[in-house]
């Protein structure tokens, strides 16, 4: 998956922002001012992923594409290299993970007003 994939992809998720917090390079993407997907336009090919710390080691030990977050908190982050030999679906799936477990710890209302949106588009 390219980076211009990997862009759209997490673009076209409902509510999402694109960010350069750190840099002029890294992309980030959030949901409700959480970041769920950080990536690199001059380093291409990888992209953090927020995971579930139980899955994040099961895929770590099953997959050589997926390592602990790189400058993240490794028990709940992956390096996920995406021009390896996962397939982009999978790719996909993490990055649809990764987004709805953060959506999850966003405060009530902010959701609620999230889903309001949503009835009115």
């Keep these: 998956m390219d980076i211009i994939e990997l862009r759209d992809f997490c673009l076209s998720l409902p509510h999402v922002e694109e960010a350069t ?9 959030k949901i409700g001012g959480k970041i769920f997907a950080l990536t690199d336009i001059a380093t291409t090919g990888w992209i953090n992923l927020k995971c579930d710390p139980d899955k994040a080691l099961e895929l770590r030990e ?9 400058h993240m908190n490794k028990r709940h982050w992956n390096t996920v290299d995406t021009e390896g030999d996962l397939p982009d679906e999978m ?6 993970e990764s987004y ?14 999230l889903s309001e ?4 588009d």
């Design 21 to 29: 917090p750190f840099d002029e390079t890294t992309l980030v993407y």
């Design 62 to 70: 099953r997959y050589p594409e997926i390592t602990p977050g790189w």
């Design 91 to 96: 790719i996909r799936d993490l990055i649809r």
């Design 100 to 113: 709805r477990l953060v959506f999850q710890t966003l405060p009530k209302a902010l959701k609620n007003d």
């Design 117 to 120: 949106k949503d009835k009115n």
